[in-house]
């Protein structure tokens, strides 16, 4: 049974971060769930849940060279819908 992870890319485990509000410093956490409303649960480094929005979050990628960087998630899951329309 799928839990809605897939359809943005996503898998439980995954790391990602999320800012409070702009110009704060990033939290890590990672993914755990996708919530009835849309919203992905994420369990942070202290092991406390929290339901973040998709626009909020970003997920870890490798970047052009093959280093590790940091991409909006909103992104990943636009890319993950256009390849399961092919």
Do not use: K, N, Y
Request: proline share 5%; charged share 30%.
């Amino acid at each position: 049974m799928s839990d809605g992870l897939d359809i943005l890319g996503l898998q439980a485990g995954e790391p990602v971060r999320w800012r409070s509000a702009v110009g704060t410093r990033w939290h890590s956490g990672r993914v755990a769930r996708r919530e009835r409303d849309g919203s992905i649960g994420v369990t942070d480094v202290r092991g406390a849940s929290r339901s973040l929005p998709v626009d909020r979050l970003e997920v870890r990628c490798a970047g052009p060279r093959g280093g590790a960087g940091w991409e909006p998630l909103r992104d990943r899951a636009s890319r993950t819908e256009q390849l399961r329309l092919l």
